[in-house]
């Protein structure tokens, strides 16, 4: 039985999610058998559970998803946010309500129990999903270790101790463990309705990504602005980046405390702002960004995890859905002077972007590639293409 959660299905218990405050919640295990420890935090999303859970921005994460049908769907080779098939890290597991169902969807091409197991992520279903939910809001992301155990045999005492063990997010640079480490190029276009193309991609851009943990549909996103990219490990320096010519430098997305990151690409990112060359930071990248020009970055309580999140461009004074996924944010009341506050949460308030006066520098919180909206926040690729032609041509490239 457990200790503050009930299993709400009538099968056999052989999985756990285990607190460090030794609260336990059973349910049935799913995909890899083992254990795994990592942060919990819950995601607000109807849909894209291959998305988000393929996005390396979760390394050391556990995604507890709120929406209780997870899965019904299957997967496909398409969705995976993975920039490519090296093995990055991304989430470690997956917590659900309702049992996993035969894949019902014309683009499916696998179950999603049988990927979670190809995958090696631990899942657990019939698990009381609205109560662990209100635990994370009353008390804060836990530590937590997540098991499958088919034989239903838990030392939750040990494992108790093991999440009690774990390091956590804070002071964490895990950008350092998703980013490539060798230098590649893309420019394939994003996808149309029967998954190709959705033409020649056309460079007209070089622009330089620096590899926090990007996800693939940014990468598809630049080539449809024109933009051939070629994606660098974050702890390139300064004169390798500009020596591959770029027209605009991109700062992606990733997983882990952004100070801790800033500790080795910082001088790197203070030398590009300083070259007047375009910049665009996302998620990661934008806290990194806001370091870099002097800002503070801080640690939430619950995070911005979800594709419902109403956030306000100040440009505009337009409202877009955007999909968020962050743990850290940027502290508004440190920006600094001619560092301008350009997007805000309609949630809670937090900073969810900025610009800096009188240089080609933009940057946002949460994720324009994604499409919740759908395409609410697809417009922030053109505008960093506007900054781009600006910037070649006042130095005729």
């Not at 009353?138 to 005492?157: I, Q, R, W, Y």
Request: contains cysteine; negative net charge; hydrophobic residues 40%.
């Amino acid at each position: 039985m457990t200790e503050t959660g009930a299993l709400q299905v009538k099968t056999a218990i052989t999985g756990a999610i285990v607190l460090a405050d030794g609260q336990v919640f059973t349910g049935r295990g799913h995909g890899k058998i083992g254990v795994a420890t990592g942060e919990l935090c819950f995601n607000t999303a109807m849909t894209g559970y291959q998305e988000i859970l393929t996005d390396p921005s979760y390394a050391e994460q556990i995604v507890l998803f709120t929406f209780p049908h997870i899965g019904n769907v299957g997967v496909n080779e398409w969705d995976n946010e993975n920039s490519t098939e090296a093995g990055r890290q991304a989430a470690i597991g997956a917590i659900i309500r309702e049992p996993i169902t035969a894949p019902s969807n014309w683009r499916a091409q696998k179950s999603f129990d049988q990927w979670l197991a190809d995958a090696g992520l631990i899942a657990i279903s019939g698990v009381d999903t609205r109560a662990l939910t209100k635990y994370i809001r009353l008390n804060g992301m836990p530590k937590a270790t997540l098991v499958h155990a088919p034989e239903g045999d838990f030392d939750v005492d040990a494992l108790s101790q093991r999440a009690r063990a774990w390091p956590g997010l804070e002071n964490a640079d895990l950008a350092q463990t998703v980013s490539q480490a060798d230098p590649f190029t893309h420019k394939e276009p994003l996808l149309d309705t029967d998954m190709q193309p959705v033409g020649p991609a056309i460079a007209k851009h070089h622009i330089v990504v620096m590899d926090f943990g990007v996800k693939k549909n940014i990468l598809r996103n630049l080539a449809e602005i024109g933009a051939e990219a070629t994606i660098i490990n974050g702890s390139a320096a300064f004169d390798e980046i500009m020596a591959l010519k770029p027209d605009g430098i991109v700062l992606s997305n990733g997983p882990g405390d952004p100070a801790a990151s800033f500790k080795r690409c910082g001088d790197t990112i203070k030398q590009l702002i300083a070259a007047d060359i375009p910049i665009l930071g996302i998620c990661l990248g934008h806290q990194i960004l806001a370091l870099a020009l002097g800002a503070r970055t801080q640690k939430m309580s619950q995070g911005h995890h979800g594709a419902n999140h109403p956030v306000k461009d100040f440009t505009t004074d337009k409202v877009e859905i955007v999909s968020m996924n962050h743990g850290f944010t940027v502290d508004r009341d440190s920006l600094p002077a001619g560092v301008e506050e350009s997007h805000i949460s309609l949630f809670d308030g937090s900073n969810c972007g900025l610009s800096v006066k009188d240089k080609p520098i933009i940057s946002v919180q949460h994720h324009p590639e994604a499409s919740p909206g759908p395409q609410d926040s697809f417009y922030l690729f053109q505008r960093f293409g506007d900054l781009i032609a600006t910037y070649r041509a006042s130095t005729k490239r």
